[in-house]
């Protein structure tokens, strides 16, 4: 019998020596088929409380990367647990495996164990940690980049309103003033990169793979896709959607009057949609936090009442922490706590419009986490990352309805459809983005000698940006143009890690098609796919949600017409 495990709370300085009882009584337990649930029950409850540990010291980290006491206790869990337990956690799954035995409800993920088995090397476990390390030391210089503006000193996500101001002069000067801030780190970001390939390099040998794509994919266990199919779909979208970008950019600059569309003219300075014409002031859909979260969860509840319960839970529980702030790590994400079966989601708002969509985006991830939670065992939730992003992505579409105040939400009937325009404008322009992004990748990691030269990664990114990227002239800015994959965080942090976004959109906007005819229905197979948890394969759980999992010009032709047509339909709204 596995002894009592106390909380995560309460147990989270503990190093390997804490953790190494539990794992031994595992292995030394008497294992067959009449003990088999009991011993699953257990190590599921393991899992569970050692998952939330780590989940609990790297959320504190980026919470305040500032904070010299959680930057301890999350490097001390990563170089005095982390690789015991990975160890350990080998040593379990192996010994499962070595049974013969498949209970009900395990078939897929006992296929990822196989594949996790067959790619364990005790050797990585060392390198893992100091390649976490070493990427942390990204999120360190990003996240204390500041500029003075208007008298204050403001972390670079809290300009991102200013690069939403119709004053196409105030964008300019904030846009060179972010820009150079943001270069001035170069150096800093490239000697990160150097310090990382190598790593990578070490790890993909060690487990016998010919190049570090070749190990993610193992890692990410990318069983119903290959290298080929990320290659087929980059194809795809430079068919099928650069030219509806190339489009909607012209519509924009003939809406601005500009010669041209510049950098500073888009409302994040670098890819989105352009920035509203003078006298037409960006979209501010709340003013405090408790509006936030009372709206939000007023939208949640229109689309299915459950969700919004679960939405509801959150706030009780103080399961998010949305608001930007000096030395908060960037980005925002929904990460879980399995021992408590909750999910927690961080994000850094500023007050725009963006902000209630990765709301909305997060949202869509955490009632991934409450649906799937039903499962009785933690082996059971290792969802592809590919179908995680159709739960977020899917509740963007399935919530723009109801953005208006009449339905619960933010805006009046013209500004509600002037929100939806523009998510559906930025669904547009993600993807060739994206492509920049896994198409720099793929190179990277097939030209990993080249890559350590940081002149040759700027060569490359510039190489995809032109290929996807139109209607917007970077001329004279070669250093701002080359330098866009320092300003990716997953290059850095999570490498191959989204192209699963661009998958996962097109997943999602399936969903939306299948709302616009049947909203019921629609969110019901939605919450019945979330439920799934890894039970099943990507091509299930996508069929499950009413979608095809797909890479081909077709599929997703039919996504960029549904998606243009409905620009249309609002313009005239």
């Not at 594949?115 to 090397?121: D, S």
């Not at 069983?223 to 795809?236: G, L, M, R, V, W």
């Not at 902000?355 to 592809?384: C, K, M, W, Y």
């Not at 619960?408 to 013209?414: P, R, V």
Request: aromatic share 12%; charged share 25%; hydrophobic share 40%.
């Amino acid at each position: 019998m596995l002894p009592s495990l106390p909380t995560a709370l309460d147990a989270l300085d503990w190093t390997w020596p804490e953790f190494e009882p539990y794992y031994a009584e595992l292995q030394a337990r008497p294992l067959d088929a009449a003990s088999l649930n009991d011993w699953l029950v257990d190590w599921s409850r393991l899992a569970s409380f050692i998952g939330e540990i780590s989940s609990r010291v790297s959320l504190a980290y980026d919470l305040d990367t500032t904070n010299a006491d959680s930057e301890k206790r999350y490097f001390g869990f990563l170089e005095k647990a982390a690789p015991q337990v990975q160890a350990a956690e080998n040593g379990l799954t192996k010994r499962l495996l070595a049974t013969g035995l498949e209970p009900d409800g395990l078939a897929v993920p006992l296929r990822n164990m196989r594949a996790e088995v067959a790619l364990f090397r005790e050797a990585n476990l060392q390198l893992f940690t100091e390649e976490r390390k070493v990427a942390t030391q990204y999120d360190k210089i990003v996240g204390g980049q500041t500029v003075e503006w208007e008298g204050q000193e403001r972390p670079l996500p809290q300009m991102r309103p200013v690069f939403a101001d119709p004053d196409r002069a105030v964008r300019e000067r904030a846009w060179w003033r972010v820009r150079e801030r943001q270069l001035a780190d170069r150096d800093a970001l490239n000697e990160i990169w150097r310090q990382l390939l190598p790593l990578r390099r070490r790890i993909a040998a060690n487990a016998d793979c010919a190049d570090y794509r070749a190990f993610v994919w193992k890692q990410y266990q990318r069983f119903d896709y290959t290298p080929a199919d990320c290659e087929s779909f980059q194809n795809a979208i430079e068919a099928v959607v650069v030219p509806a970008v190339s489009r909607l950019y012209e519509r924009h600059r003939r809406r601005l009057g500009l010669e041209v569309l510049r950098p500073c003219d888009l409302s994040n300075g670098e890819w989105l949609r352009p920035a509203p014409p003078p006298g037409r002031a960006a979209l501010q859909p709340y003013t405090n936090a408790d509006d936030l979260l009372t709206n939000t969860t007023a939208i949640f509840t229109r689309v299915d009442p459950q969700l919004g319960a679960h939405f509801d839970t959150m706030r009780h529980e103080q399961l998010l922490d949305l608001d930007n702030r000096k030395g908060k790590a960037p980005g925002g994400y929904c990460t879980y706590f399995p021992q408590m079966r909750r999910p927690f989601i961080f994000m850094n708002a500023v007050g725009q419009h963006t902000d209630i969509q990765t709301l909305l985006h997060e949202g869509g991830h955490a009632f991934h986490a409450f649906e799937s939670s039903r499962l009785p065992l933690v082996q059971q939730l290792n969802t592809p990352m590919e179908f995680n992003e159709v739960a977020s992505m899917g509740m963007e579409f399935l919530a723009g309805p109801y953005l208006a105040a009449s339905a619960g939400g933010y805006y009046s009937e013209a500004d509600a459809a002037r929100a939806r325009t523009e998510h559906l404008e930025d669904a547009l322009l993600f993807w060739p983005y994206m492509a920049v992004v896994d198409a720099f990748q793929h190179w990277v990691y097939t030209h990993p000698a080249e890559a350590l030269d940081t002149d040759a990664c700027d060569a490359a990114w510039r190489v995809q940006w032109l290929r996807f990227m139109p209607g917007v002239d970077w001329s004279g800015l070669e250093a701002e143009l080359v330098t866009g994959w320092h300003r990716k965080l997953h290059i850095f942090r999570a490498p191959f890690y989204y192209v699963e976004y661009g998958l996962a959109q097109l997943g999602a906007a399936q969903v939306w098609r299948n709302a616009r005819r049947n909203q019921a229905e629609a969110v019901v197979n939605y919450r019945r796919a979330l439920a799934l948890g890894g039970t099943a394969t990507l091509p299930q759980l996508f069929s499950a949600a009413g979608a095809r999992f797909a890479f081909d010009a077709e599929t997703l032709g039919q996504a960029v017409s549904l998606m243009e047509s409905t620009l249309a339909e609002l313009e005239g709204a």
